[in-house]
């Protein structure tokens, strides 16, 4: 064993440094942010560098589909060429692929399991070579990015913390560069990839917490999207739908956790939103798991409010029935039809009905009665506490499934909110966040209990007291840039 311990990592060696000798993984290597490929006798794979132009291409291991660890079964090598304008450090971005399909994607698979999600996939040898040569720096540094957030998020004041937060830095800055760089060319600055860049931006920024700053990503999307002739003119290139649901959802979501100054459903063609919903509604994932029928109250109510802000302010009771009609539709809606077309996981999906429509209910009441429009009626106020307590119970289950725990996070703030003055509530959320926060490699959660305990502690109690600033709880990982050219 004496021999074991002197033998340098060999990253330590590939790198010419004095290896700490530590097992199983080196502090040098941990400190530096760096995945340590141990002590093994034989030579990782992945370490095995050859000159330009004699890179050969190996034969891929067949993948076993009825497996969920459908990681990679080989080494990613560079390309015998890479193009002369790759600024990233390829072994950062080898790393980051490895450390994707080993911690990441695994986790992910989980939501295959209710059904096809078309951003959920792993990094092959073919994609990866397809970044390298076809794609801007800028994708490249989202996967970076991504995954040194994940590893910071896991690993939550540990020793390396320091050193990842300090890369995870300097990688964001390449990035708003490779894409600052992008958008001052003129037939690159409306591109699909700019796009999916500036959406892929928001995705990393929400993920590390700073969630406040995603407006500004959306608007500059927004705007591309009007320049290019709107929502039904992109949507005729199919690659971008994706993107232009991601769109849709992140905008109506963030509203709903927004100042009723600053929702950005003043400035939509509500018909564009109606397409978006009519024609892609059904599809698996389309605006999360939020189904369509509640979905489509959700952009109503969210336009209530901001026809009474801009109405006399004396006036708000004329839309009182407007309010109960809404109300009356969601709890009208059957999670059960809804689920039953469902190819997989039925139970699953029932119990995500169940939760939306119990939270959508919540702020329906909560955003309105903050506006006047809806009463503080005692029986609102015994409807809001029941529903509260359904939440809870629902919430409670859906923790337990892995594959359902990243759909949920704006159903927790809406419980929060309405948990003001139930103090066993906000202890359940108190535990359960963080929780939530390590198991999904994301800051999103930690943010939520932040700006809860914040409005908690403020002594007010009206929904719009809760957001002194745009935020949004989305907790996607990526987009799908896969149908992109």
């Known amino acids: ?39 093994s006798e034989t030579q990782p794979l992945r370490l095995r560098w050859l000159a330009p132009g004699r890179v050969k291409s190996r034969k891929r291991k067949p993948t076993n589909k009825n497996t969920k660890e459908m990681v990679m079964k080989q080494p990613l090598t560079s390309p015998a060429s890479p193009p002369a304008e790759l600024k990233t450090d390829l072994h950062v971005f080898v790393q980051a692929t490895e450390y994707y399909n080993a ?36 994708i490249r540094l989202v996967i970076i990015c991504m995954t040194l957030s994940h590893r910071m998020n896991r690993a939550r004041n540990g020793p390396q913390c320091h050193m990842l937060a300090k890369n995870f830095l300097h990688y964001r800055g390449q990035l708003i560069q490779s894409l600052s760089d992008d958008i001052k060319v003129e037939h690159k600055c409306m591109g699909d990839l700019v796009i999916a860049g500036i959406l892929t931006l928001l995705l990393v920024d929400a993920q ?33 739908v994706p993107l232009l649901l991601f769109v849709v959802c992140i ?38 798991t939020y189904p369509k029928a509640l979905f489509a109250e959700i952009i109503k109510i969210s336009y209530l409010r901001v026809q009474v802000t801009q109405s006399d302010p004396t006036a708000a009771g004329i839309f009182t029935n407007d309010a109960y009609e809404i109300l009356s539709r969601i709890h009208s809606f059957s999670p059960d039809e809804w689920a039953e077309p469902k190819p997989m996981s039925h139970t699953q999906w029932v119990l995500l009905g169940n939760i939306h429509r119990a939270a959508v209910a919540l702020y329906c009441i909560l955003s309105l009665q903050s506006l006047g429009t809806l009463p ?13 307590q359904l939440l809870q119970r629902l919430l409670s289950e859906a923790l337990t499934f892995h594959r359902i725990e990243r759909f949920i996070i704006w159903d927790l703030v809406v419980l929060g909110v309405a948990a003001v003055n139930d103090a066993g509530i906000q202890d359940f959320l108190r535990g359960q966040l963080p929780e939530l ?16 305990e914040k409005f908690w502690a403020s002594g007010k109690t009206h929904w719009d007291a809760c957001f002194d600033q745009p935020y949004t709880f989305s907790m996607n990982m990526s987009v799908d840039v896969s149908g992109l050219r």
């Open 103 to 138: 911690c990441i994607y695994p986790d992910l698979l989980h939501i295959s399991r209710l059904g096809q999600h078309t951003a959920v996939y792993p990094i092959t040898p073919p994609i990866f070579q397809m970044a390298i040569a076809n794609h801007p720096d800028h």
């Open 437 to 452: 926060s390590h198991s999904t490699g994301t800051y999103v959660p930690l943010t939520a209990k932040a700006l809860l």
């Open 208 to 240: 590390q917490g700073a969630s406040p700053h995603y407006r500004c990503h959306l608007d500059g999307v927004r705007k591309i999207i009007t320049l290019r002739g709107g929502i039904r003119t992109l949507a005729k290139s199919a690659g971008l």
């Open 251 to 288: 905008s109506v979501m963030g509203d709903t956790s927004s100042p009723v100054p600053n929702l950005t459903i003043a400035t939509w063609h509500l018909e564009e939103l109606d397409f978006m919903i009519e024609q892609y509604g059904d599809r698996p994932f389309a605006f999360a």
């Open 376 to 388: 503080q009626s005692s029986f609102l106020q015994q409807h809001c506490v029941a529903q509260a």
């Open 1 to 39: 064993m004496a021999e074991d311990r002197k033998r340098h990592c060999w990253e330590c060696l590939r790198r010419s440094l004095v290896c700490d000798f530590t097992q199983p993984q080196c502090k040098r290597c941990l400190a530096t942010g760096v995945i340590c490929p141990g002590y």
